[in-house]
């Protein structure tokens, strides 16, 4: 319960500071958010934790099944059928986590990293939405172990995994 309650509480920070910075945000035909699409690679998840392990990086994460649009408001309906009134699903997402199962992958040291939104420079004003932003590993590793303003272990990440290795993290933007 203390898991739920934590991932609760961090999904509504975040949905706060989205009210926040979303006026921030360029709107444009290449800068508008877009869903990631999912393959048979694609592992979508919560972060737990990331480490080095006899030279390699490794991520610990909680799977979980990402819903938007329509089917978010479908699985929404589905799960939380006294939540009717509503019509859908808030903010057009729905996440699924029935196994808390924890899964630990090795992160390839080529690995592209997609960011939506993080602590650019240590303040509020700071943290704006770039949609897609292209980030190296070992920033990603700084923006990850950087929770003062903004904890990205708040966000879903979609992961490519490729033999066995993660080769591309997207950050999912939640409203």
Do not use: C
């Amino acid at each position: 319960m203390k898991k739920k309650m934590t991932v609760f509480a961090s999904l509504m920070i975040v949905f706060l500071l989205g009210l926040v910075v979303t006026s921030t945000s360029a709107v444009g035909s290449d800068n508008e958010y877009k869903p990631v699409p999912q393959t048979e690679d694609t592992v979508t998840a919560m972060l737990s934790t990331i480490g080095q392990k006899n030279g390699h990086l490794y991520v610990t994460v909680d799977p979980i099944e990402w819903y938007e649009g329509a089917e978010a408001d479908k699985k929404f309906l589905e799960r939380e059928p006294d939540a009717e009134e509503l019509g859908g699903a808030p903010d057009g997402y729905y996440i699924v986590n029935d196994d808390e199962t924890l899964e630990t992958y090795e992160i390839a040291p080529d690995s592209d990293v997609l960011m939506q939104l993080y602590d650019h420079d240590g303040t509020y004003e700071g943290m704006n939405i770039q949609w897609n932003e292209p980030v190296s590993l070992n920033k990603f590793l700084a923006i990850y172990h950087n929770d003062k303003l903004l904890d990205i272990r708040s966000f879903p990440f979609h992961l490519t995994v490729k033999d066995g290795k993660v080769v591309k993290l997207v950050q999912q933007y939640i409203p």
